[in-house]
């Protein structure tokens, strides 16, 4: 195993520190704690609060700050975090508009975050919740029930962060955020596995010219293994089963995050997203917002993974209203 990395134990840590030393204007650690907030929490809005095991950079610490996240919180690598961090973290950021939990549908983190919930309640908090279930591969998983959450959970973050931002109530952030995840869909391929640094082996084995298609984001089961294609080929599979699984009308308005995986080049990520932008032409479904990049990964797997989020007049507003995190900036 070749790592960049100190001691084993220490990856989360030195990561989150790294973390704040590049982007102290934007963040601060929680001491004690796998937290990081947002430096500027001025202002009674709605707090908005997601997190996940780590190996997913920049989610969800890069999201953290203006027009999305008020705080992250960081579990060991591929492993949720645990209840008392996501309590603290409320307790750190909450505000009397309170707070929403937006959680990937995974089993760890659907106990977790909802435990940390009850415990906030108790304590006379006020909080909401949603749950991310974008991946259209397979309906159960090892980790979950129903469908897992993938790097559809960005465009959460980001319309929920922007209503937030612009002072909405908790009923009405969470409306949106349910409206949001209602409306997109993702899927993904690797062409290999990642080496969790505890393990230091991958997770899965697949043949030189084999790829899985529709796994998730920890190495999970997909639905086939195939032989390599051409890329071309591949965007056309995941494009069409996420069209299939949600109507589309001629002129409806789409936004698209075509994902890297963590270890795949940008060369390769824009030419899938170049096919991405031919096949909706095609069928005059019209782009309205685009993004291409790393922004869920798995540690260094080399794939992607391509989200559509069906717009409306709301939520297309929402998407382009300005942001600023270290992972997603926009003006």
């Known amino acids: ?12 840590s030195e990561m989150l520190e790294g973390m704040v030393a590049a982007h102290g204007d934007l963040l601060e650690k929680v001491e004690g704690f796998s937290i990081l907030k947002r430096k500027d929490l ?35 690598v591929f492993t949720s975090p645990t209840v008392d961090q996501v309590y603290k973290a409320m307790e750190e950021v909450h505000s009397d508009a309170g707070c929403l939990l937006i959680i990937k549908n995974y089993s760890g983190d659907i106990m977790n975050f909802e435990m940390a919930r009850e415990m906030a309640e108790a304590g006379n908090l006020k909080v909401e919740q949603v749950v991310v279930n974008d991946d259209v591969a397979v309906e159960d998983s090892l980790y979950t029930t129903g469908r897992r959450g993938i790097a559809g959970t960005i465009f959460v973050h980001k319309i929920a962060g922007a209503l937030a931002e612009k002072g909405a109530d908790l009923s009405d952030v969470k409306r949106v955020a349910e409206k949001v995840i209602s409306n997109v869909r993702s899927l993904g391929m690797a062409l290999d596995s990642c080496i969790v640094p505890a393990h230091g082996e991958k997770n899965f084995n697949l043949a030189e010219n084999e790829v899985e298609m529709g796994l998730g984001i920890h190495g999970e089961p997909g639905i086939r293994r195939e032989q390599l294609k ?16 949600i109507q589309y009308n001629k002129g409806d308005e789409v936004a698209v995050l075509l ?21 909706l032409a095609d069928k005059e479904i019209n782009i309205s917002y685009k993004i291409v990049g790393n922004y869920m990964t798995s540690l260094e797997m080399p794939g992607f993974s391509v989200s559509l989020l069906k717009l409306d007049d709301e939520t297309k507003s929402l998407l382009n209203c300005s942001c600023d995190t270290p992972a997603l900036k926009s003006y």
């Open 259 to 279: 994902n890297g995986l963590g270890g795949t080049p940008l060369m390769e990520l824009y030419i899938a997203y170049r096919k991405v932008e031919k096949i």
């Open 1 to 12: 195993m070749k790592k960049l990395i100190n001691k084993t134990e220490d990856i989360v």
């Open 230 to 245: 051409s890329v071309d080929e591949h965007v056309e599979f995941i494009v069409e089963k996420i069209l299939e699984d």
């Open 42 to 76: 001025s202002g009674n809005k709605v707090r908005l609060i997601s997190g996940g095991g780590s190996g997913h950079e920049p989610s969800h610490g890069g999201f953290v700050g203006k027009g999305m996240l008020d705080a992250a919180i960081a579990g060991e």
